[in-house]
């Protein structure tokens, strides 16, 4: 009998997909990827009570905040 292990990817999920996302506001391709993302990146500052600023960088971190996931180069990279 052969022993079988699981566990969670350290990467994005490959089954993601932004044309079907039904938690999208919209839903975008490689056609209108531009547009589109910029369009759901505005309502999710909305949501957030985030000022509306198409050029500010806005990024997602799921993990401890601590040295061993590079979180401290990635405060060292912003200016806050």
């Known amino acids: 009998k052969m022993l079988r292990f699981s566990g969670i990817q ?7 997909d932004p044309r079907t996302d039904k938690y999208l506001v919209r839903n975008y ?23 509306v600023t198409p050029n500010a960088v806005l990024f997602g971190f799921i993990g401890r905040l601590t040295w061993q996931k590079g979180i401290d180069i990635l405060t060292r990279a912003l200016s806050w």
């Not at 350290?10 to 993601?16: G, K, L, R, S, T």
Request: aromatic fraction near 6%; charged fraction near 35%; glycine fraction near 6%.
């Open 10 to 16: 350290n990467a994005i999920d490959d089954e993601w």
């Open 29 to 51: 391709g490689l056609e209108s990827f531009a547009a589109v993302r910029r369009d759901c990146k505005a309502v999710l500052q909305k949501k957030l009570g985030l000022v």
